[in-house]
């Protein structure tokens, strides 16, 4: 299965912008990177996803290298509400998100 | 429009019981996949349904069945529970079997055997 790391947790102050790194050095070609997190007690929600060029949408950024072997999400302005796990996941051709164990993000007022 | 809705949302059973967990796919959303998510863990992908069919399996023993009915809502049964069963239960939903197709995920149904 197309693996990810990420580290366990970080932490932001509010307000302030947030870098979240993923690495996955054996994804393929044509894997898809996508974004969730997870708030207590919900499901995972949807926040970007992105094949080769960076991706902009309403809820954040998403930075991938050159040799796609990692990718960043970036929360511009990280706000109380942004606290949750964080899962960087590869989406294969075949249909299957493999999730690992997220980075638990912690924003400070 | 309705999202991703899973029933029951909690649930106890006993050892080596049977148990039935229900999906209804987000409206227009045709394949659906299973997760189980034990505490503090990421979900561990289970199995995926699209036309009716699992295409798609994750590392789990054959006591973790399926189901896709026509109107595209699902069902996950497991056999013989055991106490490493109890973990929360997640449904996804997607609008095409493509892996640029995000998923979208009910809240889960929480099991706990004992």
């Known amino acids: 299965d197309a693996k990810t790391t990420q580290p366990n947790s970080m932490e932001s102050n509010e307000e302030e912008p947030v870098h979240l790194p993923c690495n996955h050095s054996t994804i393929s070609g044509t894997d898809y990177i996508h974004w969730y997190r997870q708030l207590p007690s919900q499901g995972p929600e949807y926040v970007i996803h992105?094949?080769?060029s960076n991706v902009n949408n309403r809820m954040a950024s998403l930075a991938i290298a050159e040799d796609r072997k990692s990718s960043t999400l970036i929360l511009h302005r990280a706000t109380l509400r942004d606290a949750a796990v964080y899962y960087c996941i590869l989406s294969t051709n075949a249909g299957k998100s493999t999730f690992g164990d997220g980075t638990t993000l912690t924003v400070k007022p | 429009d309705a999202g991703v809705t899973q029933s029951p949302t909690h649930l106890i059973k006993t050892r080596g019981q049977q148990v039935t967990l229900r999906c209804s796919p987000k409206s227009g959303h045709d394949t659906v996949s299973w997760y189980q998510q034990a505490l503090g863990q990421g979900p561990q992908f289970i199995f995926q349904?699209?036309?009716?069919?699992?295409?798609q399996r994750g590392n789990f023993p054959d006591r973790f069945s399926g189901h896709q009915f026509p109107n595209y809502s699902s069902e996950l049964n497991v056999n013989a529970l055991l106490l490493g069963d109890s973990a929360l239960y997640l449904c996804a939903s997607s609008l095409l079997f493509l892996p640029n197709s995000p998923l979208h995920f009910g809240n889960g149904t929480r099991l706990t055997v004992t």
């Open positions: 992105g094949l080769t």
């Open positions: 349904y699209y036309e009716e069919e699992e295409r």
